[in-house]
């Protein structure tokens, strides 16, 4: 991802997003971190979802703007 400045730059970075694929990188702290591949689902005022399926079976996780502002979660375009 480009670095982004302002939580409304992500917030449109984030639009363009729905229906693509992504990888998202959550940092979990103490050097954890936990890989997630899915779909960028909706995109809300203050979070995003992301559609997984997991052993046949579909997630959802959501996420908000400003743990990409603060890095605590990379997004990554597939």
Same mark, same amino acid.
């Given at each position: 991802? /480009? /670095? ?6 992500i917030?449109?970075?984030? +639009?363009?997003l ?11 702290? *103490?050097?954890?971190t936990v ?10 005022? &203050?979070? &995003?979802? @992301? *559609?997984?399926?997991? +052993?046949?079976?579909?997630q959802?996780i959501? &996420?908000n703007?400003? +743990?990409? @502002? ?9």
């Amino acid at each position: 991802m /480009t /670095t982004q400045s302002s939580i409304e730059e992500i917030k449109e970075w984030i +639009d363009l997003l729905i229906g693509k694929e992504v990888v998202i990188e959550v940092n979990k702290g *103490r050097k954890r971190t936990v890989t997630r591949r899915g779909t960028v689902e909706k995109a809300y005022p &203050f979070f &995003f979802t @992301l *559609r997984m399926d997991v +052993d046949g079976s579909c997630q959802r996780i959501s &996420f908000n703007y400003v +743990d990409i @502002l603060t890095k605590t979660i990379e997004v990554e375009v597939l």
